[in-house]
């Protein structure tokens, strides 16, 4: 198999930033993808439907000439987040969720809550409206040890949500354990994950390759071996419950290669090829399609894109950076070669 065509596809999880950071890495999205869930931990975060107005408008400002890219744009869950207010976001027609930010788990989650207990009116109001919630799954308590920290997040938190919402939708985001990805196989139609590149492709050697790698440092962090294959089995089952979202995280260079460094892996500059390479290596290249561009719109019930995008087989170099804003970003395998790339470009 040389080439691979597939239905123009989406990224159901992608962080773009704001300014110059965004406008240096908005086109290597916009050539791969019609349509991405841009996450909304700025800071300060994109907390109201007036503030998700304005960064889409800055975002389409910064577009490449003649792009069709679409922003779909999400909001980052506080405890001032009213019932009324995601009832305005939905009838925007350009918010898609409210993103869950465990107070302290991740890049930019200061402002997230500390429990569900004091938003339930709100995400009570979500159920009814079918506004999807968006879930970085992982407790924070520091007793936890950090690679038990999704899964924990499963039990303390999942699990009751859905037992008191039963109906809200839910996307369990950047899954990284077997514990998750079963936990999505058996819940619901109404829940559905993302599963990035770098989940399916590393596991948590790639942390100590040779060295410390601060460049294969995210959250949740990347796990042992065995939950990788759970990730690809799950993705090679051809389950409608799991869809493409990269993750796509960019840091400039200093933050990440510093004493205490990032979370978050830039993955947008070769995020199809990627996950073909992941697709071809679990045997089910045919399952990529409907994991890239079916899955995602129907859970979010948005019309699946047309037209079509083809990777081809094609060594490449990576480069080693790309310039980001007036610093640079290191891509995931940098300076190494990739087997696939986007034709056309
Ligand atoms: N994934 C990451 O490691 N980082 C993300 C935040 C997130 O998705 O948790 C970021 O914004 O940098
Ligand atoms: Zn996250
Ligand atoms: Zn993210």
Same mark, same amino acid.
């Given at each position: 198999?040389?080439? %691979?065509?597939?239905?123009?596809p989406?990224?159901?999880?992608?962080?773009?930033?704001?300014?110059?950071?965004?406008?240096?890495?908005?086109?290597?999205?916009?050539?791969?993808f019609?349509?991405?869930?841009?996450?909304?931990?700025?800071?300060?975060?994109?907390?109201?439907?007036?503030?998700?107005?304005?960064?889409?408008?800055?975002?389409?400002?910064?577009?490449?000439?003649?792009?069709?890219?679409?922003?779909?744009?999400?909001?980052y869950?506080t405890? @001032?987040l009213?019932?009324?207010?995601?009832?305005?976001?939905?009838?925007?027609?350009?918010?898609?969720?409210?993103?869950?930010?465990?107070?302290?788990?991740?890049?930019?989650?200061?402002? @997230?809550?500390?429990?569900?207990?004091?938003?339930?009116?709100?995400?009570?109001?979500?159920?009814?409206?079918?506004?999807?919630?968006?879930?970085?799954?992982?407790?924070?308590?520091?007793?936890?040890d950090?690679?038990?920290?999704?899964?924990?997040?499963?039990?303390?938190?999942?699990?009751?949500?859905?037992?008191?919402?039963?109906? %809200?939708?839910?996307?369990?985001?950047?899954?990284?354990?077997?514990?998750?990805?079963?936990?999505?196989?058996?819940? @619901?139609?109404?829940?559905?994950?993302?599963?990035?590149?770098?989940?399916?492709?590393?596991?948590?050697?790639?942390?100590?390759?040779?060295?410390?790698?601060?460049?294969?440092?995210?959250?949740?962090?990347?796990?042992?071996?065995?939950?990788?294959?759970?990730?690809?089995?799950?993705?090679?089952?051809?389950?409608?419950?799991?869809f493409?979202?990269?993750?796509?995280?960019?840091?400039?260079?200093?933050?990440?290669?510093?004493?205490?460094?990032?979370?978050?892996?830039?993955?947008?500059?070769?995020?199809?090829?990627?996950?073909?390479?992941?697709?071809?290596?679990?045997?089910?290249?045919?399952?990529?399609?409907?994991?890239?561009?079916?899955?995602?719109?129907?859970?979010?019930?948005?019309?699946?894109?047309?037209?079509?995008?083809?990777?081809?087989?094609?060594?490449?170099?990576?480069?080693?950076?790309?310039?980001?804003?007036?610093?640079?970003?290191?891509?995931?395998?940098?300076?190494?070669?990739?087997?696939?790339r986007?034709? @056309?470009?």
């Open positions: 198999m040389n080439s %691979l065509t597939i239905t123009r989406d990224d159901w999880h992608l962080h773009l930033r704001d300014g110059a950071l965004m406008a240096s890495v908005l086109p290597h999205t916009a050539r791969e019609a349509r991405a869930i841009v996450m909304p931990n700025l800071k300060p975060p994109v907390t109201t439907v007036a503030l998700a107005a304005e960064y889409r408008q800055r975002i389409l400002t910064a577009l490449p000439e003649g792009s069709d890219f679409q922003p779909l744009m999400t909001l869950l405890s @001032g009213t019932p009324d207010e995601v009832v305005r976001a939905r009838d925007s027609g350009f918010v898609q969720g409210v993103k869950l930010y465990p107070a302290g788990a991740t890049t930019n989650s200061e402002a @997230g809550v500390a429990g569900l207990d004091g938003v339930m009116p709100t995400l009570e109001r979500m159920a009814e409206i079918g506004l999807p919630f968006l879930v970085h799954g992982e407790v924070t308590d520091p007793a936890v950090v690679f038990d920290r999704e899964a924990a997040f499963i039990e303390c938190v999942m699990v009751p949500l859905l037992q008191r919402l039963p109906t %809200l939708k839910v996307v369990f985001e950047h899954i990284t354990t077997r514990q998750a990805a079963q936990f999505v196989l058996e819940a @619901g139609d109404n829940v559905g994950a993302t599963v990035t590149p770098q989940h399916l492709l590393m596991n948590r050697n790639a942390l100590f390759q040779g060295g410390i790698r601060p460049h294969h440092y995210c959250l949740p962090v990347l796990k042992r071996e065995e939950h990788r294959r759970a990730l690809m089995t799950a993705v090679a089952s051809g389950s409608r419950k799991f493409l979202g990269t993750d796509s995280a960019p840091h400039a260079q200093h933050t990440k290669e510093t004493a205490c460094g990032c979370a978050g892996i830039y993955s947008a500059h070769a995020a199809l090829a990627f996950y073909a390479e992941a697709f071809e290596a679990a045997g089910a290249p045919d399952k990529l399609e409907a994991f890239a561009s079916f899955n995602g719109p129907d859970f979010y019930g948005l019309p699946r894109n047309t037209g079509t995008v083809t990777l081809v087989r094609e060594s490449w170099a990576v480069p080693t950076s790309y310039p980001f804003g007036e610093h640079d970003v290191v891509p995931l395998r940098a300076g190494e070669s990739l087997s696939w986007l034709a @056309g470009q």
